[in-house]
């Protein structure tokens, strides 16, 4: 686990070790892709508010090592991670349902993050796009009907 000290928090990205179990779910749903959707927990807040994450990094970047006995997580190393959510939307025009690694947009503090990933804009199954479907996330994973 490596850390990233920003003016009002700490982002704790993990590697392999094990996870707090704030981040159960959210290591469970990333286990099906690739590893560059890392778990993370971010603290915030003079009371230290907790909240899982998943940091994102563009497809064209090595991660760092997220060993634990490595440095603090340098900007560099973070320009262009994305923090996202794992959700659960449903296209609105045939039902189906994904897991979804979601982007928070109220978050934007890696620098132009969203320009380095490629997102999803619509369903997989009906192929409706965004405006119809309402589906959109860095990745889908479907779920049983």
Do not use: K
């Not at 590697?15 to 469970?28: C, F, H, I, Q, V």
């Not at 440095?71 to 189906?96: F, K, P, R, S, W």
């Not at 979804?100 to 947009?105: K, M, S």
């Not at 309402?134 to 049983?144: F, N, S």
């Amino acid at each position: 686990m490596r850390r990233f000290i920003l003016p009002w928090g700490e982002l704790s990205v993990f590697g392999d070790e094990s996870l707090p179990d704030a981040l159960w779910y959210t290591a469970e749903t990333l286990r099906r892709l690739e590893t560059r959707f890392r778990p993370a927990l971010l603290r915030f807040g003079r009371w230290r508010t907790e909240a899982p994450y998943v940091a994102v990094w563009p497809t064209d970047r090595v991660l760092p090592d997220l060993a634990g006995n490595a440095e603090a997580l340098q900007d560099h190393e973070m320009n262009g991670v994305v923090l996202a959510e794992i959700h659960t939307l449903t296209c609105q025009v045939c039902g189906a349902r994904f897991q979804v690694v979601y982007p928070e947009g109220a978050l934007p503090f890696f620098g132009d993050y969203f320009a380095a990933h490629r997102r999803i804009h619509g369903c997989l199954i009906c192929h409706s796009d965004f405006s119809a479907s309402r589906i959109q996330a860095l990745a889908l994973l479907p779920l049983p009907q």
